[in-house]
């Protein structure tokens, strides 16, 4: 039983490790693939991809709570099953397409099957006893992590062959895990604790207007969208901000996130199993809230490269703040809702993909340049720091009003 157990947990985090490396293979070459269908104008490309990447979270915000909650209705294994397949298909389509409005289409497909997060979480829930979720959301932040290292260098690598090898590729693994999957995975919801589905449940705001019932959801999910926001306020500047600032290479830019990605795997894939079972879930999501408040104002005061790489140790550190909790949340809904709660997390984090990188953008267009008064880089990072410090203080405030369900 405990090593059906293992192979199952293993199955889930190679599927979210797919997801997060088919998003990472396209990095480097989904720019390119744009550009080739306007002869190669990157400029003209370029007002074309940031609406790629809008459209593949404003779907995954659509589809997160409906998959979660087909899950609580068929089940984990069905809904992750198809999910691999349907990714499969969109990166065979996006390998052929003859057009941009077929690659459109790729992308509302991919957005759609990397919902199955919800799902894949969810699994990772029913089998996991509630005293060590943390600890398996953690090694899902792992896999996410994970994926960010090696998609972008195999995609790198393989686009230097082709420039559509990495979609093949990545159809390939999809269809590989389907496969193992169909034969292996079992089903880690009983029948007796499934619910019919509901279109009211799977309205994305409606899901999450469902998410307020419980004060200390509302809180922790504050909290939690608090940590999303700050980090994708990070992610959607960095480029930006080091190649302004000291003058990065695309080359140099990749090898640092994949060092961050590297750093985020080792922290919730070992540190988080480590240390939560010590500090507890409250702490760990102080102490994680806490260290992102001064890694990230630390990104914004840095006067050198090597000042970035120091900090990015101390900024994967914080990521312990997210499987905390996200564990405590848990802990508030029954089995037969781990879907749906799960749906709806996504959901929110896919809006924060949208909202951190506008904000952090629009941030670095005002401040950055030399004319700007005040000329201030580093001020999508300081914002970055206020979030994480908002979300602090509601930790902390929740933990004086509520401690008892704060400490569990």
């Not at 294994?77 to 459109?104: D, E, F, T």
């Not at 879930?281 to 000042?307: D, H, P, T």
């Not at 120091?310 to 809702?337: K, Y």
């Amino acid at each position: 039983m405990h090593r059906d157990r293992n192979a199952s947990v293993a199955f889930i985090l190679v599927t979210i490790l797919l997801d997060t490396l088919g998003v990472g293979v396209m990095l480097p070459v989904l720019p390119k693939l744009v550009s080739s269908f306007f002869g190669s104008d990157l400029a003209a490309a370029s007002r074309y991809y940031g609406a790629f990447v809008a459209v593949y979270a404003a779907m995954q915000f659509l589809f997160a709570p409906v998959l979660g909650g087909l899950s609580d209705r068929f089940g984990r294994r069905v809904v992750i099953l198809g999910s691999l397949l349907g990714a499969a298909l969109n990166y065979v389509l996006l390998a052929v397409a003859p057009g941009l409005g077929w690659l459109y289409f790729g992308r509302i497909v991919a957005g759609i099957t990397g919902a199955s997060f919800s799902a894949a979480s969810a699994y990772i829930a029913d089998i996991t006893p509630p005293g060590r979720r943390a600890q398996g959301f953690g090694l899902v932040g792992a896999a996410f992590g994970l994926g960010f290292v090696i998609g972008p260098a195999l995609g790198g690598l393989l686009g230097d062959v082709h420039l559509r090898l990495p979609f093949a590729v990545a159809a390939g693994l999809n269809l590989l895990n389907f496969a193992y999957g169909a034969l292996v995975l079992p089903e880690s919801l009983p029948r007796e604790s499934r619910r019919p589905f509901s279109l009211r449940r799977a309205n994305p705001l409606a899901s999450l207007a469902s998410l307020g019932r419980s004060p200390v959801v509302l809180g922790l999910t504050a909290t939690l969208v608090c940590s999303y926001l700050a980090q994708q306020v990070l992610q959607g500047v960095w480029a930006l901000f080091t190649e302004d600032r000291f003058g990065w290479r695309p080359f140099e830019i990749g090898v640092s996130l994949a060092v961050a990605g590297l750093g985020m795997a080792v922290v919730q894939g070992g540190l988080v199993r480590l240390v939560m079972p010590r500090l507890g879930e409250r702490r760990c999501l102080e102490l994680g809230l806490a260290v992102g408040v001064v890694s990230f104002a630390g990104f914004g005061l840095a006067e050198s490269g090597l000042a970035m790489y120091a900090l990015i140790l101390p900024n994967a550190l914080g990521g312990i703040a997210a499987p905390a909790t996200q564990a405590l949340i848990s802990r508030e809904v029954g089995p037969s809702g781990q879907g749906a709660l799960q749906g709806s997390l996504a959901s929110l984090a896919s809006l924060t993909a949208v909202a951190g990188p506008v904000l952090g953008g629009s941030l670095f267009a005002r401040f950055s340049p030399a004319t700007a008064a005040p000329h201030l880089p580093g001020a999508p990072f300081f914002a970055a720091a206020c979030i994480n410090a908002a979300g602090l203080a509601l930790a902390l405030w929740m933990s004086a009003r509520r401690p008892a369900a704060a400490e569990r």
